[in-house]
């Protein structure tokens, strides 16, 4: 029998553990004005399909799984379809994400095209992280 020992090398992703600070003052968001980018999407959904190896119904009114789409590389046609998508089915699953990955610059480009972001007051959020709410927890924690 082959026993096998894992070396503890720390979290996958340190960045993103989860922190907060009491005293931090945080600004509201203030009223905007929302431009719902699901508007500008064509729903056909060319862009945000282009890549989809398989779209399952989770049930008829509610739910669709997409397989096969990664966020992070969608066009901004795309993310206008997904915003479409979401708003007509209401729950969107999208596994294998690789947008850990990304960074925090890039993952608040995306994020920033549905609508401004902020850092919620009495949240816990990656330290160094933009208002995304980006956190990812270690099990062994």
């Known amino acids: 029998m082959v026993s096998e020992t894992v070396e503890e090398k720390g979290p996958l992703y340190p960045d993103y553990l989860p922190f907060y600070d009491p005293l931090e003052k945080v600004e509201m968001v203030g009223p905007f004005e929302h431009d719902d980018p699901g508007h500008r999407a064509d729903p056909s959904f060319p862009n945000l399909l282009e890549k989809a190896t398989n779209v399952v119904e989770l049930s008829p009114h509610c739910g669709t799984e997409l397989q096969g789409v990664q966020l992070s590389e969608l066009s901004t046609q795309g993310l206008d379809e997904l915003a479409l998508m979401v708003a007509?089915?209401?729950c969107l699953v999208l596994r294998d994400q690789t947008f850990t990955d990304l960074g925090f610059e890039k993952q608040k480009k995306i994020a920033s095209h549905f609508g401004p972001?902020?850092?919620?007051?009495?949240?816990?959020?990656?330290?160094?992280?933009?208002?995304e709410f980006v956190i990812v927890y270690d099990s062994k924690e």
Do not use: C, D
């Open 117 to 131: 972001l902020h850092k919620h007051g009495w949240m816990p959020h990656p330290k160094n992280g933009p208002e």
């Open 88 to 90: 007509e089915r209401g």
